[in-house]
């Protein structure tokens, strides 16, 4: 199988996919397509890293310490709604996964909300590059019912072929071993009359 998808796509490095099947309890043949920072939105929004392969969507983070890991089926997605950006939102589209009823209950924990009919509805957004990966996911999803290798070819002509990397060009290497934390930033107003006072306050002369 990677040696038919090796002649269409720059598949990852041996020991990214073995890390990416260690992470997620996969058989050696799951490899990986590519893998996105973004945010899941629950009570509140946590930052990890989504994980995509012909098979299974997989989430995983770890905050101080705190993992929080699972992965479901392409197929038990029902339908995938894209939702505009908002102040709530951080002002970035969120992609709402609404799984069929029953399916992926193993991935509970990472669901928004529940639906009465048993349907887990997930939310994710915050994505350094929304088009490439809703191109990708998208890509994906529509091909849960043809082989590894066709999902492939799809997910390559709906993308363009550098798309198919990782966005940050990095690896996940090691990544149980990293705490990930929220970066945040302030902005002080200062008066321009503070100005106008640091300026006069250069031309004074005290006794010494």
């Not at 997605?77 to 939702?83: A, K, L």
Request: glycine share 6%; charged share 20%.
């Amino acid at each position: 199988m990677e040696k038919e998808v090796g002649k269409k796509i720059n598949v990852h490095s041996p020991q990214t996919n073995s890390a990416f099947q260690k992470l997620f309890g996969l058989p050696p043949e799951e490899f990986l397509i590519n893998d996105f920072t973004c945010h899941l939105k629950r009570k509140m929004p946590l930052q990890g890293r989504l994980f995509l392969s012909p098979r299974i969507i997989g989430f995983h983070a770890n905050l101080f310490g705190h993992k929080t890991k699972f992965i479901f089926l392409w197929e038990d997605i029902e339908y995938i709604q894209v939702v505009p950006p908002t102040l709530s939102s951080m002002v970035s589209p969120t992609m709402i996964m609404t799984l069929w009823q029953g399916r992926g209950m193993d991935a509970k924990l990472g669901a928004k909300t529940q639906a009465q009919e048993g349907r887990l509805k997930f939310h994710i957004q915050s994505f350094v590059s929304f088009n490439v990966a809703n191109r990708t996911i998208m890509a994906l999803w529509k091909a849960r019912s043809l082989s590894p290798e066709q999902k492939v070819q799809i997910v390559e002509e709906e993308s363009e072929a550098k798309s198919l990397q990782s966005e940050e060009s990095g690896s996940f290497l090691g990544l149980d071993d990293v705490s990930m934390s929220e970066v945040y930033s302030s902005v002080l107003s200062v008066p321009v009359s503070f100005f106008f006072f640091l300026q006069a306050f250069k031309y004074v002369s005290f006794p010494v």
